[in-house]
């Protein structure tokens, strides 16, 4: 059983009421959260890909998780939709600021960085005080939805395995990142997409 | 079709699957969860909060950032 509460659970075995199958699976398989693997696998082959940045925060974050480390984040404006036109302010002048810097530099890179972990430390505030129970997702729903995302990652990861090397596009076989490169080279395209991602972020804060 | 039309036709299909899900659960006539839901559903536990939206700031760092 896996418990994505508290990161990694301790091994030990069932409660004795429980059925001898299930004490035995139990006392054999390590209880490790997913999350945790995905972010730390993650981490591993974006460093391998020559992003240590990347490496760095996923490996990070995956850590924190493992520790169950609770950030104690000082609560300010709760992300509920209060101010939504000073907040869609902020954004538009972000995305126009920040697309105008060249991709993969290092202002890019800490405008990036800033948010991004401006949302995860909400996330982590947020998990201490979870919300009323969600509605229940059907296995038939979990699975169509799970199905659709690993073959995306599948056929992505094929494209960029048949590229001539990892780190060179192949117009024959597109990787998404190919695919939007020609939008991301010009500031327009780059301030749309940094718009899009901001509000992604801002509509995950709220769930 | 060159492989280039091939492999951006997938993509669009994926897409293209990804909206009849969506379209599906907004009927109301199958059991189909909305994506939103499933996120909601996701991010209730502490670590599914935090994964997704170390996934968002992993997709911002990978399009813009070093």
Same mark, same amino acid.
């Given at each position: +059983?896996?418990?994505?509460?508290? =990161?990694?659970?301790?091994?030990?075995?069932?409660?004795?009421?429980?059925? =001898?199958?299930?004490?035995?699976?139990?006392?054999?398989?390590?209880?490790?959260?997913?999350?945790?693997?995905?972010?730390?696998?993650?981490? %591993?082959?974006?460093?391998?890909?020559?992003?240590?940045?990347?490496?760095?925060?996923?490996?990070? %974050?995956?850590?924190?998780?493992?520790?169950?480390?609770?950030?104690?984040?000082?609560?300010?404006?709760? +992300?509920?939709?209060?101010?939504?036109?000073?907040?869609?302010?902020?954004?538009?002048?972000?995305?126009?600021?920040?697309?105008?810097?060249?991709?993969?530099?290092? #202002?890019?890179?800490?405008?990036?960085?800033? #948010?991004?972990?401006?949302?995860?430390? +909400?996330?982590?505030?947020?998990?201490?005080?979870?919300?009323?129970?969600?509605?229940?997702?059907?296995?038939? =729903?979990?699975?169509?939805?799970?199905?659709?995302?690993?073959?995306?990652?599948?056929?992505?990861?094929?494209?960029?395995?048949?590229? #001539?090397?990892?780190?060179?596009?192949?117009?024959?076989? #597109?990787?998404?990142?190919?695919?939007?490169?020609? %939008?991301?080279? +010009?500031?327009?395209?780059?301030?749309?997409?940094?718009?899009?991602?901001?509000?992604?972020?801002?509509?995950?804060?709220?769930? | 079709?060159?492989?280039?039309?091939? *492999?951006? *036709?997938?993509?669009?299909?994926?897409?293209?699957?990804?909206?009849?899900?969506?379209?599906?659960?907004?009927?109301?006539? *199958?059991?189909?969860?909305?994506?939103?839901?499933?996120?909601?559903?996701?991010?209730? *536990?502490?670590?599914?909060?935090?994964?997704?939206? @170390?996934?968002?700031?992993?997709?911002?760092?990978?399009?813009? @950032?070093?």
């Amino acid at each position: +059983m896996i418990d994505c509460n508290n =990161g990694v659970v301790n091994t030990g075995a069932g409660r004795p009421d429980e059925t =001898g199958d299930e004490t035995t699976r139990r006392s054999t398989l390590p209880n490790v959260d997913p999350v945790i693997v995905v972010l730390t696998l993650a981490g %591993i082959f974006d460093g391998l890909a020559g992003n240590p940045v990347h490496a760095f925060l996923l490996i990070g %974050i995956a850590l924190l998780l493992v520790s169950g480390a609770d950030l104690h984040v000082r609560p300010t404006t709760r +992300m509920n939709g209060h101010h939504p036109l000073a907040a869609l302010a902020v954004a538009v002048v972000f995305a126009v600021v920040v697309g105008g810097f060249e991709r993969y530099s290092w #202002p890019a890179t800490v405008a990036v960085i800033v #948010p991004g972990v401006a949302g995860l430390l +909400m996330a982590f505030r947020a998990a201490r005080t979870p919300g009323p129970e969600p509605l229940v997702v059907g296995r038939h =729903g979990a699975v169509a939805w799970a199905s659709l995302f690993v073959v995306l990652g599948l056929w992505e990861l094929t494209n960029l395995l048949l590229q #001539p090397d990892l780190a060179t596009a192949s117009y024959a076989h #597109p990787t998404l990142s190919t695919l939007l490169d020609p %939008i991301l080279a +010009m500031h327009t395209g780059r301030s749309v997409l940094l718009f899009v991602w901001l509000a992604l972020g801002w509509h995950l804060v709220k769930r | 079709m060159s492989s280039h039309d091939a *492999t951006v *036709t997938i993509y669009a299909l994926i897409a293209l699957v990804g909206l009849v899900l969506e379209a599906m659960s907004r009927t109301g006539r *199958t059991e189909m969860p909305r994506l939103g839901t499933v996120l909601t559903r996701i991010m209730h *536990t502490r670590s599914g909060r935090i994964g997704v939206m @170390a996934g968002w700031m992993w997709l911002g760092l990978h399009y813009f @950032a070093r």
